[in-house]
């Protein structure tokens, strides 16, 4: 099993930077694939970045990539989530999460997820 937990969310204005982590404890974790998602209120849970055991990277829409930069610290039991240039869209609640695949989009892929950071951007 594994254990998450994030950190780093906070308030920022429009066009500032937010970096957060993810610390994890259990078995096997440079074999897991990690995943980034965000929840807004009223809105479905939305993919942001995934990262493979090898250190892969895959992104999710658009209005992320190019902006959006996924990490992990296979030494320091460590993902990263680096969050620039950010927008007010960009306001949700974000939630690391662990799975044994190779780091898909849909958040039953996961089977283990922190317990979330609220990340709030200012206009």
């Known amino acids: 099993q594994v254990q998450l937990v994030e950190s780093g969310g906070g308030l920022v204005q429009a066009g500032g930077s937010l970096r957060l982590s993810c610390a994890a404890s259990?078995?096997?974790?440079?074999?897991?694939?990690m995943g980034w998602f965000r929840q807004a209120p009223g809105k479905e849970r939305e993919f942001v970045a995934a990262?493979?055991?090898?250190?892969?990277?895959?992104y999710g829409a658009d209005s992320v990539k190019g902006r959006f930069t996924i990490s992990r610290d296979n030494a320091k039991n460590m993902v990263y989530l680096q969050m620039n240039s950010l927008k007010p869209e960009d306001t949700a609640v974000y939630y690391c999460?662990?799975?044994?695949?190779?780091?898909?989009?849909?958040?039953?892929?996961?089977?283990?997820w922190g317990q979330g950071t609220q990340v709030t951007v200012s206009s």
């Open positions: 990262i493979s055991w090898s250190g892969l990277r895959r």
């Open positions: 259990g078995r096997s974790f440079s074999r897991y694939a």
């Open positions: 999460a662990a799975g044994s695949s190779n780091g898909g989009t849909w958040p039953y892929e996961y089977d283990y």
